[in-house]
């Protein structure tokens, strides 16, 4: 799975690797967590190229209920994501590309739980796939959500494919990292899976490294967090 991530690379970069328009107030991020907004990169809907958007990572889906439910939605299986009614539309019409440098997992060791930081091994950032959804939030449901009934609130999730050889050690999954080649088939195939967009990035392309166990609490978020240790 993936339920912790960073991006901390300037902003003209990322302009530079994903090709999107507009001016943007970037600031590092060490340790996104699921609930919190994060920038997302999707095809702009008055079909004007791509745009950078800031999304609440956790996806809701429209007919649901309760926004609450977007915290177990935070990731989809590229098995299943094309015929799970939760992502199934968002899949066939909202695709998106999320900006990371990389995402943390946890290994026990004894009675601890360590985290590892896996990333590209030339330090390049990466575009993890995922999909996005516009909710509206109904009468019953605004006191819980905080915002007045109607308030459309737009929501993503990421990816997942079966680990590599570098990130099975500490996961069986792994996000689905797209090369920047497969960035336009990911975002506008009809089909992606006709593709070879949804194959895993190669064990080589990535690292694995303990890190500062700070990073289990979402409200670090600073340099510390992806300290090796």
Known sequence: MCGRYTITTPLESLRNLFDFEGNFNLGARYNVA??????????????????????????????AKELSIGSRMINARTETVASKPSFREAYKKRRCLIPADGYFEWKKKGEI?????????????????????????????????????????????????DAN?????????????????????????????????MLAVPAVALS???VNRRVGSPRNDDPACIEPI
């Open 165 to 197: 050889e570098t990130a099975k050690p500490t996961h069986h999954r792994m996000p689905l990292i797209l090369e920047p080649e497969f960035f336009e088939a990911w975002l506008t195939a009809d089909d992606p899976s006709d593709t070879d967009v």
């Open 113 to 161: 739980k360590q985290p590892y930081l896996l990333r590209r091994r030339d330090d390049a950032p990466m575009a993890f796939a995922g999909l996005w959804e516009n909710w509206k939030v109904p009468e019953a449901n605004a006191e819980a959500a905080g915002q007045p009934t109607g308030t459309e609130i737009t929501t993503f999730t990421i990816l997942t494919t």
């Open 208 to 210: 694995s490294v303990a």
């Open 34 to 63: 699921p609930t919190q907004n994060a920038a997302v990169v999707r095809n702009a809907p008055d079909g004007g190229g791509r745009e950078l958007v800031m999304l609440r990572w956790g996806l809701v889906p429209r007919w």
